[in-house]
Every structure is written in structure tokens, then in C-alpha cells.
């Protein structure tokens, strides 16, 4: 279940029992700054990584990474791991919830759970409320995955710095100036540049570090 405030993205897999509620995996887009994202942690492309983290670390958890890795090449369009089941486990199914939220196309929680299906998770979904969606004046369903594309790698964002930029440069220090030190650090161009990096950063490493003993900083726990 995503849940966004106004700092920050969390995602979490939950499951019911008679003694309460079970976290099975949970990621916070405040992690992704490890992966050398530390602005717009609650922007839509956030919350795609936190869902796409979420879903990694789960399937790291359970033994079926390798067997379902998603979808690699992120290109917006409808994807479904269970569509692509052949043999052996079955793919990990999970439920969207997301809780009083309304349900606008294009909100961020939508960005989540694109991101948790991409990362391989079986989660029953359409491309309704996908940015991108829309209808014609006959009715008639259109779905741009280009356009979801460009909003899960941020280009957005790219596109209004570009802009604000080339308008004066106080304006633009004043609103993108974290950014601007953001893309340095990665030693990256672009947002979109960013977001690829660290994608690739998560899937390759989507396990939650150990929490050191504040007694024994050199423990761990187990």
C-alpha cells in the first residue's frame, strides 16, 4: 500500500492475521537517497522508485528475484509479470490499497504501484489512471505510455529547470538549486539521467541495511 505525504513516499506489502497486521517488505523514498536521489522525494518519479524498491526487496526476500525481474526497460507501457508466467513459483500477487486517497489519474500512488509492477509483482491493474490516459470527445480510451514514461524518469522536471533557467538564474537557484547539487553529486546531466542510474543501483542492491547497535555501534543487529 503507497501512502504519500508531503516529504515523502512509503510503500508497503501487508497481510492480514488474527493477532494484527504483518509488514512483509516496506521501502520509504527516503532510502532513495542512497542511490543518489535527495531532491523531490515525494514527486511521482519518487514514488515509481520506492514501488519498484518496495517490490525488489520483497522478491529478494522471498527467492523469486531472479525468476521475476520485471520490467528492465521502462518504457510506460501496460506491463504484467503474471502475463509473462511460464513455470515454476507462481509470481508474488499483492492488492492495491490505497486508502483514502482519490483516485485521479496521474496521482503518485499510481506512480507506485507502476513501479512495484515493474519491479514483479502481481498486482491487478489497468492503465486508467496512468498519466498519459485519457478520453477522446467520442469516448473513444487513449493511452500515451511516452508520456507515463516521461513522468517516471522526471523529464518534467528537466523541462521546467531548462526553462527556468534560460528566465534568470536567481529564479532558477531559488527553486532547483538543491537539484542543480543533486545531479552534481550523482555526476549526472539530467533527472531523467538520475533516475536511470538509480534504478539500475536498486535492482542491483534492493535489500534494507542493518540498523548498527547505537550501544555497539560495531554490532549489528540480526
Same mark, same amino acid.
Given at each position: 500500500?503507497?501512502?504519500?505525504?508531503?516529504?515523502?513516499?512509503?510503500?508497503?506489502? *501487508?497481510?492480514?492475521?488474527?493477532?494484527?497486521?504483518?509488514?512483509?517488505?516496506?521501502?520509504?523514498?527516503?532510502?532513495?537517497?542512497?542511490?543518489?536521489?535527495?531532491?523531490?522525494?515525494?514527486?511521482?518519479?519518487?514514488?515509481?522508485?520506492?514501488?519498484?524498491?518496495?517490490?525488489?526487496?520483497?522478491?529478494?526476500?522471498?527467492?523469486?528475484?531472479?525468476?521475476?525481474?520485471?520490467?528492465?526497460?521502462?518504457?510506460?507501457?501496460?506491463?504484467?509479470?503474471?502475463?509473462?508466467?511460464? %513455470?515454476?513459483?507462481?509470481?508474488?500477487?499483492?492488492?492495491? %490499497? *490505497?486508502?483514502?486517497?482519490?483516485?485521479?489519474?496521474?496521482?503518485?500512488?499510481?506512480?507506485?504501484?507502476?513501479?512495484?509492477?515493474?519491479?514483479?509483482?502481481?498486482?491487478?491493474?489497468?492503465?486508467?489512471?496512468?498519466?498519459?490516459?485519457?478520453?477522446?470527445?467520442?469516448?473513444?480510451?487513449?493511452? %500515451?505510455?511516452?508520456?507515463?514514461?516521461?513522468? *517516471?524518469?522526471?523529464?518534467?522536471?528537466?523541462?521546467?529547470?531548462?526553462?527556468?533557467?534560460?528566465?534568470?538564474?536567481?529564479?532558477?537557484?531559488?527553486?532547483?538549486?538543491?537539484?542543480?547539487?543533486?545531479?552534481?553529486?550523482?555526476?549526472?546531466?539530467?533527472?531523467?539521467?538520475?533516475?536511470?542510474?538509480?534504478?539500475?543501483?536498486?535492482?542491483?542492491?534492493?535489500?534494507?541495511?542493518?540498523?548498527?547497535?547505537?550501544?555497539?555501534? %560495531?554490532?549489528?543487529?540480526?
Amino acid at each position: 500500500m503507497p501512502r504519500v505525504t508531503n516529504n515523502k513516499v512509503t510503500c508497503q506489502v *501487508i497481510y492480514a492475521t488474527l493477532q494484527g497486521d504483518k509488514v512483509v517488505a516496506e521501502a520509504s523514498s527516503y532510502e532513495l537517497k542512497k542511490f543518489g536521489i535527495n531532491s523531490g522525494l515525494a514527486n511521482y518519479a519518487a514514488a515509481y522508485a520506492t514501488g519498484l524498491l518496495c517490490a525488489r526487496r520483497l522478491l529478494n526476500k522471498v527467492g523469486l528475484d531472479k525468476q521475476y525481474e520485471g520490467q528492465a526497460t521502462v518504457d510506460g507501457e501496460y506491463y504484467s509479470v503474471y502475463d509473462n508466467y511460464a %513455470d515454476g513459483k507462481q509470481p508474488f500477487k499483492a492488492v492495491l %490499497d *490505497i486508502g483514502l486517497v482519490a483516485t485521479t489519474t496521474g496521482n503518485r500512488c499510481f506512480g507506485a504501484l507502476k513501479g512495484a509492477v515493474d519491479g514483479g509483482l502481481n498486482i491487478p491493474h489497468n492503465t486508467k489512471r496512468f498519466p498519459g490516459f485519457s478520453k477522446s470527445a467520442d469516448k473513444e480510451e487513449v493511452y %500515451d505510455a511516452k508520456a507515463h514514461r516521461e513522468r *517516471i524518469f522526471g523529464v518534467h522536471v528537466d523541462n521546467y529547470m531548462k526553462t527556468l533557467k534560460e528566465e534568470g538564474a536567481e529564479e532558477f537557484k531559488k527553486q532547483f538549486g538543491n537539484w542543480a547539487k543533486t545531479l552534481t553529486a550523482a555526476n549526472v546531466k539530467t533527472v531523467e539521467s538520475l533516475y536511470v542510474k538509480a534504478h539500475k543501483e536498486i535492482r542491483k542492491n534492493p535489500v534494507l541495511a542493518k540498523k548498527a547497535d547505537k550501544k555497539n555501534p %560495531d554490532r549489528k543487529h540480526k
